[in-house]
């Protein structure tokens, strides 16, 4: 899909940096947007701009969001929202680093940092609990009708939306799970990957993005994080919407039959938000919906 932004359909990459700003200067948006976009690299980064970012141009755009923060029982799912987001792609950690030195510069007059995570692939493609994620993602065109916005006009044709979670897991919970345990909340056995009839809290279950009316098909991008003794998955999934995603997470949640997914009995959302990732054009970011080009 020419106009959409090239790493959000490439394969899978071995490390990543996530980094994430708010807003410090409404005044300087445009012209540091215009340098951020010149400067990077789309097949090695994907952008992704929030709902307050998008308002402060004075442009709106349809069906961008913040993720709704909600709560049962004891789980809760935040709603952390940032103005701008980045998704580094790479093989070596430290030039990932240097990259995102770079960009931070770049970003300074009108943003300041609010976070970054690096993120790695670990023996392949398994989240840190062992188990391999992203088994179901869409290929070829069915992942681009799934990411990708294809009906708009120019300047939103080839763009998607991008929900981001960072996931923290419980490995003392983990550890103490029995195999047998551990296949139950997830749904699939982690020794080959296979599903088998598991309970209904399990996790393919609740999730299973053909089991939804419309469909709710994502293209997962998610990879294991690690930060002292604090690790987990960052979650990653683009869609044409976010309603794909909310109707996951409400099941997920047991919003419909109170059943929890078993996957919250060792980990737990810490952060939440929704980003516009913005289509291409001439080889750059297309700022035409916010009047920026």
């Known amino acids: 899909m020419k106009y959409a932004q090239p790493s959000i359909l490439a394969e899978e990459t071995t490390h990543a940096r996530y980094i994430s700003f708010t807003i410090r200067d409404k005044d300087k948006i445009s012209a540091t947007l215009k340098s951020l976009a010149e400067y990077i690299d789309l097949d090695q980064t994907v952008i992704g701009l929030g ?6 141009t004075g442009a709106e755009i349809p069906g961008l969001r913040v993720l709704p923060a909600q709560n049962v029982g ?4 935040p709603s952390t929202p940032d103005d701008l987001w980045l998704w580094l792609r790479g093989t070596d950690r430290g030039e990932l680093f240097h990259r995102s030195r770079k960009i931070e510069e770049i970003c300074l007059p009108a943003f300041e940092i609010t976070s970054a995570v690096d993120s790695f692939q670990y023996s392949e493609n398994r989240d840190l609990s062992g188990y391999v994620d992203g088994t179901e993602n869409p290929e070829g065109e069915d992942a681009v009708n799934a990411a990708i916005f294809t009906d708009g006009q120019e300047g939103l044709n080839g763009g998607s939306f991008v929900a981001v979670q960072q996931w923290l897991h419980d490995f003392d919970i983990l550890n103490e799970m029995s195999t047998e345990e551990k296949d139950d909340a997830v749904g699939r056995h982690i020794s080959d990957n296979e599903e088998f009839d598991a309970p209904k809290s399990a ?9 939804f009316s419309p469909e709710a098909f994502m ?3 998610s990879m294991p994080w690690a930060m002292g003794t604090d690790a ?5 999934a683009f869609g044409h919407s976010f309603d794909p995603f909310e109707a996951i997470l409400d099941r997920m949640m047991g919003q ?21 990732c913005p289509p291409v054009k001439d080889g750059k970011i297309d700022l035409r919906a916010l009047n920026l080009n």
Do not use: C, N
């Open 203 to 211: 996790h393919v279950k609740r999730s299973a993005q053909e089991d």
């Open 219 to 221: 293209l997962r991008r």
């Open 256 to 276: 419909d039959d109170g059943i929890m997914d078993g996957i919250f009995k060792f980990t737990l959302p810490i952060t939440g938000a929704y980003y516009w």
């Open 74 to 77: 004891e789980i809760e799912i």
């Open 232 to 236: 987990g998955l960052m979650f990653v």
């Open 51 to 56: 709902q307050e970012l998008v308002k402060s």
